[in-house]
Every structure is written in structure tokens, then in C-alpha cells.
């Protein structure tokens, strides 16, 4: 169904046209339109409350949603609490950096804001007063219920709508405020529920609602008399007027919704009559209407509470009350919500460069450069970019697929295959050292396996290694304080990783177990603080992938004619904060950027959805798109005779495609 609307749009579409779209059944189209018109203007608003991700990661497709709706530029929510929910899953379910501003998503930031929807106040009060037909049903209302004070409630039969938690906060208020009996009559107006369930769980509900009146006529009412008069139709608008019109307390208490227009038209409504507004805190429309008597629907004593404070508040008080109401619904209607989020998505588009998102790969460019080059290099990452992160690092291991085809990519003459790694020299040996064609960098370049030998070079032989012992007692301290994280121990480096511990909580403790570091260890010794996925590691200053693509591109350049003619860099690119030092796989692509390779011939690309910008000229979505592409190269007819050295190294940030 989302297929269908892009396909439509793109048939209308013009350079320049901002596309606007609404509502949770089109969650998906932001990024179908965004992979076809990589430049458009989306916003995109929710009508519905959007849930904690305590309640939204229990789908199984929530990160298809996120990364649907991801394609706009700006994302509107009824309130805050809805834009918090949302900036939060992206953060603990797709891993990206978000705040009260919006998220950076695929090298681009995504705005998030909050636009309380308003109703045509103007039409709604040209209904309400302007048309006879409301007018003789007001006149038949008071004459059926003279000397009555009416509340009214007008909802949904469904149970985040609240009917149910209303009719027994309407007892207990009888039952505590007799002098209340045969005085006040609550009108409930209830059109059918939205869904039905396989189990008959709609059904269930109607009967429940049924009895509740029942048992609340039975005991509170009288033959001439019934306290609660439950119309279980739809309205017509000049009833829904009138009613809205003559009540003294209009009554709202929803468990759950997302804009309650309701409540907004009953304003408009009582202008003359000035009659209180009890509204649920859990409506969409809380926020904005602050002059209403807010209460907890699962409190019944409060709401019970509440409806005799209405009944007995003095004119003056609501006349003040329903005066700022009045006065933002008025002024804050659905026209100014127009403008306000047009207005809003253009300063968005302006504060912030959506061209920055690093682009798809160019396959067919690749290719051909491929096939052209008498000297080829690749460098490859492994975490992220061969395999994808996991939980337990010892548990990404490679896929046949991934080893028949680094393989078939290493075993051709003119080819130079590298992996450049975190990874130790026993993870390599044990699942790479079989394809005797492979170089093998262990440790971002601390040891090195040239291809067609077994012997390992240690690179850091005569390093002083005594800072070992600090870091390892700073990153225990923060072990035994943080659930879920773990220290890797390698030749080199140490490591400490949170993946597995809460994700906001983990980069809190991180960043100050980095902040801890650099204050001391990194002072006494010469050694970084690098920032990764979900994780902190400490090695010596010069030990780094940069170093390593330097050297690789150096050696298969010395001589005449043999500076390779293809290089391809695929890698990681995390930089956390403002405060953190540029990581590894940044600086191997500011190697290659320093080179002397003429530009056309080195692909840098980055690999995953990391949300930073990154120095690489490519991206490509995850592992998998990683192994179709070299497969890509492996397929090339022309391929046979080419030499290359490529060089992938991790997970680099993601385009907006």
C-alpha cells in the first residue's frame, strides 16, 4: 500500500515540491520516496501516540518502521512525550544518536519536533451557533432534562478510550455526593469501536460497558429517572452541537489517544456557557490545553473528585478558565498548525545540510574501474563490515559465503586482498588463516600476515606495555558498575565493551570512563583513548589503520608502474561526542584521501547505518551488501587479468537512501 502511494507521487512530482504525509499507515513511505528522489522535502506527522520502547521493540518489524519513517526531514508528534518515545527507540533499537532536536540517521540529522494539531475553530463555531437545526435541538435536550446538570462525554467504544474507567468514577461520585442524586445526568455517547478481535473481545467490552450502566441506573436511579443515558449510535452533527452547547462539564477520560479533537470542540462550544473541561492527562491534547482539569482516568476517587469540583465552581472561576481555553484553541487552530509546520520544516531544512548524507555506491562506476585497472587493492574490516555486530564478539564468526568469496576475490594474481582488524592474531588465524592468498592486520596493525606466509610481524615489539595494568584496573571499576559489560583483553590493546548493557546508560559511563583515562593513563603514556561500537579501547598512539593503509599503499606503489590502479577502502566510521578523537577507520580513509592515487581510482565506502559523517565517499547498507558487491567483482567476465589491493575496514555511516 505504501508502494502504491510513491508510485502516484512520483507521477505528480516536481523538483521543488514539499511532500507532507500523515498517519501511521504510511510509516514506510518517507524512505520509498527518499530511495527514488534522494533530495526531496518530507515531513511527515503522527496523529497516534507513539509507544515507549519498553512496548514498541516487542515488534517483530520495528526496525523496517523506524527506518521508514527515517526518510523525512522532519517528523511531527501531537507532544513531547511521543517525540521522546520515538527519538529513544531509534537510539536503543537502530543504535543512532538522538536528542529533543531529532536524530542523525544515514549522515543526515532527522528533525523531531512537537505540533499540537488544532481543529477549524472558525467552521466549528459557524456550525455550532450559526446553524437553526442545533438551535431546536438544544431546545428539545433542555426540555427532556430541565433542571438537570448535564455532563457530556462523546467517544469511541474502544478500551484506550476510557468509557469504562468513566462509568465508575460517575458511581463512586454518586455514591460519595448523594446530595448530587436525581440533580446531574451523564451523557454518554459511544459510536462503535474501530477493531473487532478474533475472540470477541470487542463484544466483551460492550457487554462490560452495558452492565456498568445498568448496575449504575439499578442502585442511583429511579423510575422517572436514570443518572446515566448511554447512546450507543453515531450523532448527527447537530446533535454532537447541541449537546456540546447545553452540557455544564464536559467530561474526557481516555487511558490513551493521540489528538482528541473533542475536547477541542467543546471549547469552542461553551463559549456562552463557560462549563468545565475534565480531560484525561493521557490525552494528546493535555499538553496544550493546560486551563482543563487534568486527572489520572485510573484514579476513579479523583475523577469522581473532579466532577463535583466542576459542578461546584463558581462562575468567575469558569469564566477564567474556559477565557485561556478558549483562547488557545481559538488562536491555535488547524491553519496556524499548517503554517507552524511548514514554517518549521524549511528553517530545518536550512539549519541543516541534507546533502551531507553520504551517498549508495555507484556499482556500475566501480565495476568498470575495476575492469580497467592492471593493479588492484582491497582493504576489508571485519566486525561490521565482513559480519555484523553482535552481543558477544566471539560469536562473529564468517559465513561460507563470506570466506568462499574473500577467497575467490584473493585468489586471482592482480588482486591484494587485506583484512584489517581489531581482532587478535588467534581469532584471524583461526577463521581467515586458511586462505593462504590473505594479508591479516590483527589489532588495527599491530601484528601483520602477508599473503603466502605463516609468520606474523610484530610492529610494536619494542613498546613499553606497563600502562596495561592502570587502564585494566579503570576499565574494572567501571565493569563492576555498569550490567552487561566486558573486558577484552588482546596483545596490544585492551578493550571495553558495553554492547550489551543499557545503551543510554552505557555511553553515559563510557564517556566518562574515557574522560577518566585521558585525565590519567593517557598522560603518563603514549597512548589513545578510541572511541567504537559500543565499545572504549586503549592502545599505543601509532598503532592504527591509517598506518596500515599508508604502508599497503606504499609498498604496492613502489617502483614504476606499480602504484595499483583500484583501490577499494571499505570500513567503520564512529566518532561519538565533540570531545572524542576521530576513530581508526577515519584516519585509513584520510590516508587514502593523502595519497597520490588519482581520485577516480580509490572507493572509499562506509558500511552499516552509523548516523556521523565520515571522510569515505561511499556507503553501503550492511555486510551482506558488502559480499554481493565483491561477488559482483568476482562475476566480471573482464576480471580475469586485473590486479587490485582493496582494503575494507569497518562499519562507516549510512546514506539517507
Known sequence: MNKLFADRIIEVYKPGDIILIHDYHLLLLPSLLRQRLPSVYIGFFLHIPFPSSEFYRCLSRRKEILEGVLGANMIGFQSFSYSRHFASCCTRILGFDSSSAGVDAYGAHVAVDVFPIGINAASTQQAAFKDPAVADKIAGVRELYAGKRIIVGRDRLDTVRGVGQKLQAFEIFLERYPEWHDQVVLIQITSPGSVTDDEGGDDKYVNKISDLVSKINGEYGSLSFSPVQHYPQYLSREEYFALLRI???GLITSVRDGMNTTSLEYVVCQKDNHGPLILSEFSGTAGSLGGAMHVNPWDLGGVADSINLALTMSDKEKQDQ?????????ANNVQSWTNNFLKRLL???SSFDQSCATPALDKTKLLLQYRQAKKRLFMF????TLTPIVKDPQ?????DRVIRTLKTLASDPTNSVWIISGRDQAFLEE????????GLSAEHGSFMR???SEQWENLTETTDMSWQQEVMNVFQYYTERTQGSFIERKKIALTWHYRRADPEYGLYQARHCQKHLEMTAAKKYDIEVMTGKANLEVRPRFVNKGEIAKRLVKEYGDGPGKAPEFVLCLGDDFTDEGQFKTSAAKNMFRSLRASNLPEGHVFSCTVGASSKQTLASWHLLEPTDVISCISLLNGSADAGNVGAVAVVEGTVPDSRL
Open 450 to 452: 602477508h599473503p603466502n
Open 347 to 349: 528553517t530545518n531544512l
Open 247 to 249: 452540557a455544564d462539564v
Open 395 to 399: 560469536s562473529a564468526i564468517p559465513s
Open 431 to 438: 577463521w581467515m588463516g586458511h586462505i593462504s592468498e590473505l
Open 381 to 384: 574490516d571485519y566486525d561490521g
Open 322 to 330: 474556559h477565557k485561556k481555553l478558549y483562547a488557545h484553541v481559538v
